[in-house]
Nanobody
Framework: QVQLEESGGGSVQAGASLKLSCVGS????????MGWFRQAPGKEREFVAA????????YYAGSVKGRFTISRDNAKNTVYLQMNSLKPEDTAVYYC???????????????WGQGTQVTVSS
């Protein structure tokens, strides 16, 4: 398994941008597809974005498409989530996850980070 650690969360005003990072250690990072999920208080964990092993294929939830961008740098064992035009409804704990294929279901990912809090105020 790969160990994952997120960073880059914080508290911002609506309309601002944040860039989350997730560094992987352990087994070869480039052999994993990566995803970002989020969980708001009282809600289920939901899919945000995913990227395949090479970075050539990406998927997004409809609520973030056009505002968020997932990318990866396999040389740095890092996956990123660039978040622009943030809205209060984006407030959640954001988790990165690693799996064998780029997917939209949490069950398809095997390794998870501890999460980083993103708070967007209006």
């Amino acid at each position: 398994q790969v160990q994952l650690e997120e960073s880059g969360g914080g508290s911002v005003q609506a309309g601002a941008s944040l860039k989350l990072s997730c560094v992987g250690s352990g087994r070869s990072f480039s052999s994993y597809a990566m995803g970002w999920f989020r969980q708001a208080p009282g809600k289920e964990r939901e899919f945000v974005a995913a990227i395949n092993r090479s970075g050539g294929i990406t998927y997004y939830a409809g609520s973030v498409k056009g505002r968020f961008t997932i990318s990866r740098d396999n040389a740095k064992n890092t996956v990123y989530l660039q978040m622009n035009s943030l809205k209060p409804e984006d407030t959640a704990v954001y988790y990165c996850a690693a799996g064998s294929v780029a997917a939209t279901r949490a069950a398809d990912f095997d390794s998870w980070g501890q999460g980083t809090q993103v708070t967007v105020s209006s």
